[in-house]
């Protein structure tokens, strides 16, 4: 089994900032992309960011130049900076990964969400 333990969501007023972190814990070989998801009340999930094993990233539009993802694979951790918060960035935050376990299966790995909320 592998698990995703999020944390650092809170309260932060417009224009503020919180980090979010992500670990993975358990059964783990190797982990490929990793990636953070949001969900607001009433909208459907959407990717916020991702990282690939390599490198390379990608943003949602109404987040760049504002967030970064960044992950410490010696820690089999992301983490996801945000800056510049607005109260339209709350919303559930949800990491995800694709793992290769011990056993060498391929599984998609959700954590269980942390809440960010920005007051205005």
């Known amino acids: 089994q592998v698990q995703l333990v999020e944390s650092g969501g809170g309260l932060v007023q417009a224009g503020g900032s919180l980090r979010l972190s992500c670990a993975a814990s358990?059964?783990?070989?190797?982990?490929?992309?990793m990636g953070w998801y949001r969900q607001a009340p009433g909208k459907q999930r959407e990717l916020v960011a991702g990282?690939?094993?390599?490198?390379?990233?990608n943003y949602a539009d109404s987040v760049k130049g504002r967030f970064t993802i960044s992950r410490d694979n010696a820690k089999n951790t992301v983490y996801l900076q945000m800056n510049s918060l607005k109260p339209e960035d709350t919303a559930v935050y949800y990491c995800?990964?694709?793992?290769?376990?011990?056993?060498?299966?391929?599984?998609?790995?959700w954590g269980q969400g942390t809440l960010v909320t920005v007051s205005s």
């Open positions: 995800n990964a694709d793992v290769i376990t011990r056993t060498f299966r391929a599984r998609e790995v």
């Open positions: 358990g059964s783990i070989f190797k982990i490929n992309d």
């Open positions: 990282l690939t094993s390599g490198g390379s990233t």
